[in-house]
């Protein structure tokens, strides 16, 4: 146990180093290519908090994301509000949108939550669709602004490739370790508890009702941070982020990296994202190249690629050992 | 009648129906605070929907529960744990079987070591030093229940008696006055048997704890319990020192005919 837990300190300090050395030696489309991953990367701890530490499978993470982009890009086109500013308000909105969702949500188990989580989805793309006054329907919110960092209005303008990765980066890591934060908390072993077993878990005097809600309500403003940063890299929002693509690659990202691990679904950001985009070499066939490879993930490591590897790793070990 | 508001549990008739079923039949029951009682009687007799009742897992159709003059008619499970302190085990659901022997006992000191919701979100120090001084309680109650060597296992990988025993551990953490055993003893070997009834005898005498145990095997049973009730279809047929009650004729009937 001590020494997975120096592996996974070793592992994510190697990847942070190549992270963080990235641009010195990759090209602009590949630095682009990991700003998307670490974009993918918000919603995705959201999703792996909900599905993998608590136990429901959420299709509003994109909704929510789609929330705190709206949300974002109309304040800093509306009020001109610096970039911190937006990114909290995403997150709190999306947050605060969750509650009222999670009433009803949070009495459904299993498939009834799936399908009702389902419906905010629809119901948040009809909503960016229709109410044309705030979100200007299908045309879109475009001319977003670019990110400033600074306490109002003046500060440093994020511009370049490179700067929006670092940016990204920042985000990312501040992310995880909330997350890390999070799950190794007492209430993240209650959430893992009620994932086994809920009657179990209530036994033992945990409120199971407040802490799915936490953990709906959590994994929504992770989604909610995310969309902020997605509308102000790409400086336009439509409702086609409702889209059930984005979601499916979420989950992609989740269960293909390792449900319920953190790098699992570190590395399945990046993995699957960088998948999508190295198939880009064959258009004709990309997305059937890219569906073939989910299937092959699923029968080659049904729970993923980080479970796999490290099972794989003690195994070699214990091998060594002998 | 009214409640007895001195016993550690107290129940006033209790009912609970499923559809025209009747499966616990207007039953009056005080349990003093220390006394380790017995409940058993055929299968289907109401005994574990009696305990889902007092515990707050399925609501009575009728009937009001008192624990330690409290009442908790109504109340959540989680609540009925966190406040009344009455806590329960279950037949089958036993332990956490992904978390480690230690994790399982953390996870039910919890409740005692972050009482408030908010305080189990502590981050940095403050999560570190709580949960540090539940693994020192987790190191002291395994050594009590026997189980210290399996302290690092997955709770899954040990012997279905030795997750009886990790319950039962779990339990001594959150600090109870009241401990419902459903079925502790089934399944299990006698060796184990025997530090099953150690341990909840030390557990009455050293920390005063109240005990109701739902169990068939009636040699444990009169080793254990200081009173012994049967119910059968619903209703308490018997209730006396277990020597009494099983001479009596319309226990034995009602063993036999379930």
């Given amino acids: 146990m001590g020494t997975d837990r120096g592996l996974r300190a070793a592992g994510f300090a190697g990847m942070l180093a190549f992270l963080l050395a990235a641009p010195g030696f990759l090209g602009e489309y590949q630095v ?3 700003i998307v991953s670490l974009t993918f990367l918000l919603p995705a701890l959201g999703l792996n908090l909900i599905l993998g530490y608590a136990g429901m499978l959420s299709f509003a993470q994109m909704a929510f994301f789609g929330i705190g982009a709206y949300v974002s890009a109309l304040m800093a086109m509306r009020w001109g509000t610096p970039f911190w500013l937006n990114l909290c308000a995403a997150s709190l909105v999306a947050g605060i949108v969750a509650v009222p969702l999670g009433f009803p949500a949070l009495r459904l188990r299993r498939y009834s939550f799936v399908m009702c989580t389902l419906g905010f989805a629809v119901i948040a793309q009809t909503l960016a669709k229709n109410w044309v006054s705030l979100t200007r329907g299908d045309l879109g919110l475009s001319n977003v602004p670019r990110p400033v960092l600074g306490l109002w209005s003046s500060g440093l303008e994020i511009r370049s490739v490179t700067q929006y990765y670092y940016l990204a980066l920042a985000l990312g890591v501040i992310a995880v370790l909330a997350f890390l934060a999070l799950v190794s908390s007492p209430a993240g072993r209650y959430m893992i508890a009620i994932r086994e077993d809920e009657t179990l878990a209530a036994s033992l005097g945990a409120p199971t009702w407040r802490y799915r809600m936490a953990a709906f309500v959590l994994s929504a403003m992770f989604a909610g941070c995310g969309g902020s940063f997605y509308v102000h890299y790409y400086t336009v929002i439509s409702p086609t982020i409702f889209d059930p693509y984005y979601g499916n690659t979420l989950l992609v990202i989740v269960l293909g990296g390792g ?12 993995i699957f994202v960088a998948l999508s985009e190295v198939l880009r070499v064959a258009p004709d066939i990309r997305m059937i190249a890219y569906g073939l490879l989910l299937i092959v993930v699923v029968f080659g490591c049904p729970e993923g690629l980080l479970p796999l590897l490290m099972r794989r790793l003690r195994t070699w070990r214990r091998a060594d050992a002998t | 009648m009214p409640p007895d508001r001195t016993a550690a549990l107290s129940l006033r008739g209790m ?15 005080d349990i003093p605070q220390g006394q380790i009682c017995g409940l058993t009687g055929p299968n289907g007799s109401g005994k574990s929907t009696l305990f889902d009742c007092c515990t707050g ?5 009728a009937g009001r529960v008192f624990a330690g003059g409290t009442e908790v008619t109504g109340w959540e499970m989680h609540r009925i744990v966190r406040e009344a302190r009455v806590i329960r085990s279950f037949q089958k659901a036993v332990v956490l079987r992904a978390m480690t022997v230690e994790d399982n006992l953390v996870l039910a000191g919890q409740m005692v070591a972050f009482p408030g919701f908010l305080a ?19 190191g002291d109650v395994l050594d009590l229940v026997g189980l210290a060597h399996m302290r690092h296992a997955d709770a899954g990988k040990i012997s279905f008696g030795q997750q009886k025993l990790l319950q039962f551990a779990t339990m001594l953490m959150a600090d109870p006055r009241v401990i419902l055993l459903d079925e502790p ?17 030390r557990a009455n005498r050293d920390h005063g704890i109240t005990f109701v145990v739902v169990e068939h095997n009636l040699d444990a049973m009169k080793a254990l319990c200081h009173r012994l009730v049967v119910l059968s279809r619903g209703r308490i047929i018997a209730d006396d020192t277990p020597d009494i009650v099983v001479r009596q004729p319309d226990v034995v009937e009602a063993y036999l005919a379930g």
């Fill in chain 2, 185 to 201: 003893m089934a399944g299990v070997n006698p060796v184990l048997i025997e530090r099953m009834i150690a341990n909840i005898n």
């Fill in chain 2, 57 to 61: 897992l399925q609501k009575a159709t």
């Fill in chain 1, 259 to 270: 449900v319920g691990t953190l790098g699992g679904v570190v590395a399945g950001s990046f």
């Fill in chain 2, 15 to 29: 009912a609970k129906n499923f559809g025209s079923i009747v499966a616990v039949d207007a039953v009056d029951l």
């Fill in chain 1, 32 to 34: 682009h290519a990991l």
């Fill in chain 2, 120 to 138: 189990t979100f502590a981050i940095g120090r403050a999560n570190r030093s709580g949960v540090r001084q539940l693994r020192e309680r987790a």
